[in-house]
C-alpha cells in the first residue's frame, strides 16, 4: 500500500465547473499539506500549503485537511481550460523536510 | 528572477553508464533537494543537501549520489544506469533548511531515458 493513494483520474470537466480532487494517506505522522499543479514538460508549482486539519482558500481554490479521516481535498472553482494541468498532493512530517507526492490527477477543462 | 535551473534537460544514456545531473537553485535559496519522477507517478524523493552535506536521503541506492558546492549549486550522479532509471528527475530548492513553511520551487527536470 503507498504512503499516499491519489486517483490519477483523468478528469475531464467542462469550463465553468468545480474541480474536485483528493487523497488519501496512512501515515499519521503527516503535518504539513500540499497541493501542487505541474503542466506538461515543467516542474511542479505549489498552489496550496495547509498546516494541520482546517480549510484554506486562496481565490478560485480551496483546500481542506480532515486529518481524523487522513483525507485531504482540493476545489477548483469556476474552472478555465488554463487549469488544465496534472494536480499532485504532498505531504510532510513535523520535522522531516521529504515531501511525499500522490501519483498525480490529470485534469483537463473543456473550453 | 530566475527560479530553479537545471541542466541538461534531455538525456539519452546506455545501460551501465554514469550520467551527473545540474542544478542551480532560485536566487536566495540554500537548500536542495532531488526527486525522481517516473512516467505517470508522482515524485519520489532522493536526496537533500545543506551547507554543502546531505541532511536527508530517501530510499534510493547508493548508485545515487549528489553534491552541493559553496554557491548552493547541486549535482546528482548515477551510476550503473538501469533501464528502470529513466525517468524525470526534478531538482527543488528552498530559503530555509529545517522549515517546510517555504515551500520548495521546483526546476522543469532533466529527463533521461535509458537504452
Known amino acids: 500500500q503507498k504512503e499516499v493513494e491519489q486517483d490519477p483520474g483523468p478528469l475531464s470537466v467542462p469550463e465553468g465547473a468545480i474541480v474536485s480532487l483528493n487523497c488519501t494517506y496512512s501515515?499519521?505522522?503527516?503535518?504539513?499539506f500540499m497541493w501542487y499543479r505541474q503542466y506538461s514538460r515543467k516542474g511542479p508549482e505549489l498552489l496550496m500549503y495547509?498546516?494541520?486539519?482546517g480549510n484554506k482558500e486562496d481565490g478560485r481554490f480551496t483546500a481542506q485537511v480532515d486529518k481524523s479521516s487522513k483525507y485531504i481535498s482540493l476545489f477548483i472553482r469556476d474552472s478555465q481550460p488554463s487549469d488544465s494541468a496534472t494536480y499532485l498532493c504532498?505531504?510532510?512530517?513535523?520535522?522531516?523536510?521529504?515531501?511525499?507526492f500522490g501519483a498525480g490527477t490529470t485534469v483537463t477543462v473543456r473550453a | 528572477d530566475a527560479g530553479v535551473t537545471q541542466s541538461p534537460t534531455h538525456l539519452i544514456k546506455t545501460r551501465g553508464q554514469q550520467v551527473t545531473l545540474r542544478c542551480s537553485p532560485k536566487?536566495?535559496?540554500?537548500?536542495v533537494s532531488w526527486y525522481q519522477q517516473a512516467l505517470g507517478q508522482g515524485p519520489q524523493f532522493i536526496f537533500q543537501?545543506?551547507?554543502?552535506?546531505?541532511?536527508q536521503r530517501g530510499n534510493f541506492p547508493d548508485r545515487f549520489s549528489g553534491h552541493q558546492f559553496p554557491n548552493y549549486s547541486s549535482e546528482l550522479n548515477v551510476n550503473a544506469l538501469l533501464l528502470g532509471d529513466s525517468a524525470l528527475y526534478l531538482c527543488?530548492?528552498?530559503?530555509?533548511?529545517?522549515?517546510?513553511?517555504?515551500?520548495?520551487?521546483f526546476g522543469s527536470g532533466t529527463r533521461l531515458t535509458v537504452v
Open positions: 527543488a530548492s528552498s530559503p530555509q533548511w529545517g522549515t517546510i513553511d517555504y515551500g520548495y520551487t
Open positions: 495547509t498546516y494541520s486539519s
Open positions: 501515515n499519521s505522522a503527516f503535518q504539513y
Open positions: 536566487s536566495g535559496h540554500d537548500t
Open positions: 504532498a505531504m510532510s512530517a513535523f520535522n522531516d523536510y521529504k515531501l511525499s
Open positions: 543537501y545543506y551547507e554543502e552535506e546531505e541532511r
